[in-house]
């Protein structure tokens, strides 16, 4: 058996002074998927911040890969949003993706070839292989979606860190993330993505973890993602619907 | 083509002119690299704040009797470090601690002042430079700390770009982004310090703002601007040294030669985007295949 590609052991996360989120407990193991669900501002950025040792954990604490997350910072690959990046930033999609290479790279040297052509396969397998020389800004929301999504696969990480990536993204772009996560979930790589798209959250991971300021549910997504965790998660905002099954409003 | 040749070549025949033409491609070089970093970054206003804070080390220096540009470059580092210190603290903006230092600064540069008599005409060469009255011990250390400063532009060029880009997978990675966001600011003292004396402080945002922001008009990616930018503030400082040098020599009349440049450059900048503007608008009509 493989070391777990993620442990939290009740884990709290503080903001600067304020504490953000506590207790929170659970593991993902590699090849695993795991959805962050909870409303804004609920701590999931920061729990995601704490992944990454970005975050002073006042209790508790992470390890990733069986390392302090601080050391498998290498391993692990953060996945922002599209729309967070600024659209007029001179760049194509290629160098984007090159991104990805540059701690492998190192300091005051220049990817290589290799590193380019790990760079063109990564934009092969998001379907984008003829736009690396398109300005990274001129793409759709879902094609630089997909860009960022090659950029983590270029790095090669162990582990995926993925923050809203399907606000905003076509059907097209959603259909071929979920078929990359799911073939990259195949060779072991596990991912942890903060979402509030509940169907999407059933599509993409296996297990959930519902949270606001604390852990409300860890585990498998149909055991977590219940009407009334949801309600307590969410408040009146969680509706449960005729069918039985249950909706986030906004 | 022999009075063309006699206005544009000339003048550089005689050394002060000579000199003058080398401070200003050198300070176009570091003011090109270093101003699309800035301007990828969106912080030009760093340029400006530094601008006024290397005052009081310039004033200091001066009532003490020791190197201006030690004076401008302690004073020019002291308030990089004080920035990053008060802004460690998510509490105080960048915004608010700019301002802070500038008039914390620029009062220390004044109390300073007002305690000499004879500063009144160093105080004019600070605020609009001297640049045909640099001599060449001037250009050999415009030459080191632009050396400095492009050297380590060019060092960490793929980790500013990436921390401009998308500073939360920059830290994600691993790269100190504070660190680095520090070194771009020493570079930006750096050059301010170097370009003080030429151009001075009032006009030396010139070589670092407009240069930079001619490229990003012209060109798609980021070394083609930073090219265009060194290569358009040579040309540009060319023709406004050659300008000032022809109406003073040849018609008697004054024109100050730094700001001269300047002028040129910005004209510079304007063709520049006019001409973009014109072929934006010559393409449109080409139907999308």
């Known amino acids: 058996m493989s070391r777990p590609a993620l442990v939290l052991s009740d884990v709290s996360a503080a903001y600067g002074r304020e504490p953000v989120l506590e207790g929170v407990t659970g593991r993902i193991e590699p090849g695993g998927s795991l959805a962050l669900i909870g409303p804004n501002g609920a701590g999931k950025s920061t729990l995601i911040k704490a992944i990454l040792g970005l975050v002073p954990l006042p209790s508790g604490s992470i390890e990733v890969l069986g390392q302090a997350p601080a050391r498998a910072r290498s391993q692990v690959a953060y996945v922002p949003q599209a ?71 270029a790095q090669e990480a162990r582990l995926l860190l993925l923050d809203e990536p399907f606000n905003g993204v076509d ?16 060779d072991g790589v596990a991912v942890v993505m903060a979402t509030h798209d509940l169907s999407i959250a059933h599509l993409a991971c296996g297990d959930a973890c519902l949270i606001n300021h604390h852990q409300v549910a860890f585990g498998p997504i149909d055991e977590a993602l219940t009407a009334e965790r949801l309600q307590q998660t969410y408040g009146a905002r969680a509706v449960v619907l005729a069918g039985g099954s249950t909706i986030v409003t906004a | 083509m022999s009075g063309l040749w006699r206005v544009l070549v000339d003048p550089f025949s005689v050394p002060f002119m000579g000199r003058a033409l080398v401070e200003v491609v050198l300070l176009g070089a570091l003011g090109a690299v270093l101003g699309v970093h800035l301007l990828l970054r969106r912080k030009a206003f760093v340029t400006e704040a530094l601008q006024h804070t290397v005052f009081p080390g310039v004033a200091v220096a001066f009532v003490a009797g020791q190197s201006l540009l030690g004076g401008a470059l302690l004073a020019a580092l002291a308030s990089v470090v004080l920035l990053h210190l008060l802004t460690r603290n998510d509490r105080v903006d960048t915004d608010s601690a700019l301002a802070l230092l500038i008039a914390g600064f620029f009062a220390l540069g004044v109390v300073v002042v007002s305690r000499s008599h004879s500063f009144q005409s160093s105080l004019t060469a600070l605020l609009f430079g001297r640049v045909l009255a640099v001599d060449t011990r001037q250009v050999v250390e415009t030459a080191v700390l632009v050396a400095v400063g ?91 040294l050659a300008a000032s040098y022809t109406a003073s020599v040849d018609h008697g009349i004054r024109l100050a030669a730094g700001a001269m440049v300047v002028m040129t450059i910005t004209v510079g900048f304007l063709v520049v985007a006019t001409v973009m503007a014109v072929r934006q608008r010559l393409a449109r009509p080409v139907p999308v295949p």
């Open chain 1, 171 to 186: 059907t097209t772009s959603t259909d071929l993330l979920l078929d990359v996560l799911d073939a990259l979930r195949n």
């Open chain 2, 150 to 240: 492009l050297v380590v532009l060019l060092a960490l060029h793929k980790e500013l770009v990436l921390r401009a880009f998308d500073p939360a997978a920059s830290a994600a990675v691993g790269y100190p982004v504070g660190r680095l966001d520090l070194v771009l600011d020493v570079v930006v003292a750096l050059a301010v310090v170097a370009a003080v004396r030429a151009v001075g402080t009032v006009l030396l945002v010139a070589f670092l703002v407009t240069p930079a922001a001619a490229g990003r008009l012209c060109c798609r990616r980021i070394p083609s601007m930073m090219a265009t930018a060194a290569v358009l503030t040579a040309v540009c400082g060319w023709l406004g």
């Open chain 1, 83 to 153: 729309e967070a990046l600024d659209r007029n930033f001179p760049v194509s999609a290629l160098q984007v993706v090159l991104m990805g290479r540059y701690r492998r790279v190192g300091w005051l040297r220049r990817p290589g070839a290799a590193d380019k052509a790990a760079a063109r396969a990564a934009l092969d397998r998001v379907g984008l292989a003829d736009r690396g020389d398109t300005r990274f800004g001129t793409l759709s929301g879902g094609q630089r979606q997909r860009v960022l999504m090659a950029r983590a696969i």
